[in-house]
């Protein structure tokens, strides 16, 4: 079935240090949808990318989605605290989103 | 506030006893789903409604069943409890289609002993 792989599991970074997560699907997408999870809270949405090659900016994050719209990434410049979470990438129908495992972002001490 | 509710947030059951996980949402969203989250899984999707009347299977269905009376509410049922069914459980809800994106509930977290 269809699957999406998120890399890397973790990522430990330097606050003020750069972060970036993939995802490849195994199938061409419609959509692919970002989140961001506080630890012991719940998913919260960041965007939706669906055009091919589309690159969307939220302040510090940088959002791609992949010519072949198999792909996509989240890039975070300059990591603060407020950053630390785990961020989920969701692509598929609007009915039945399938998720990447997550990419746990921990800033170190 | 408008959002998505869940309850209870806490529960423990034994094996082979049933409950209802309650969801309800005032946004008027079409579109109502439940997931499980298991630790380095990411999110399953258990079940989906896309409108009252209308309920379809997601990705890991059994052991839970679901209804949708009202646009409001979806409900699921955990049938008899097995210790597999251990997870945090989220209720989320959009309008379908939109682009804004799923609105997430706070969580049931179960535990089956």
């Known amino acids: 079935g269809q699957q999406v792989m998120q890399i890397p599991q973790y990522q430990h970074v330097q606050e003020g240090e750069d972060f970036t997560t993939y995802c490849n699907s195994s199938?061409?997408?419609?959509?692919i949808q970002w989140y961001k999870q506080r630890p012991g809270g719940h998913p919260v949405f960041l965007i939706q990318?669906?055009?091919s090659g589309e690159v969307k900016k939220q302040k510090r994050l940088t959002f791609q989605f992949g010519e072949a719209k198999k792909n996509s990434s989240l890039h975070i410049t300059a990591t603060q605290t407020t950053d630390v979470g785990t961020y989920f990438c969701?692509?598929?129908?609007?009915?039945?989103?399938?998720w990447g495992a997550g990419t746990k972002l921990i800033i170190k001490p | 506030n408008a959002g998505v509710t869940q309850t209870p947030k806490f529960q423990v059951l034994k094996t082979g006893q049933s409950m209802t996980l309650q969801c309800a949402q005032d946004?008027?969203?079409?579109?109502m789903s439940w997931y499980r989250q298991d630790p380095g899984m990411g999110l399953r999707l258990i079940h989906y409604?896309?409108?009252?009347?209308?309920?379809d299977q997601g990705e890991v269905p059994n052991g839970y069943n679901v209804s949708r009376s009202t646009t409001e509410d979806f409900p699921l049922r955990l049938l008899s409890a097995a210790p597999s069914q251990t997870s945090v459980y989220f209720c989320?809800?959009?309008?379908?289609?939109?682009?804004?994106?799923?609105?997430f509930g706070s969580g049931t977290r179960l535990t089956v002993v």
């Open positions: 989320a809800s959009s309008y379908a289609g939109s682009g804004t994106g799923y609105t």
């Open positions: 946004m008027n969203h079409e579109y």
């Open positions: 409604s896309v409108g009252a009347g209308i309920t």
């Open positions: 199938t061409t997408l419609s959509n």
């Open positions: 990318l669906v055009k």
């Open positions: 969701a692509g598929g129908s609007n009915y039945q989103l399938i």
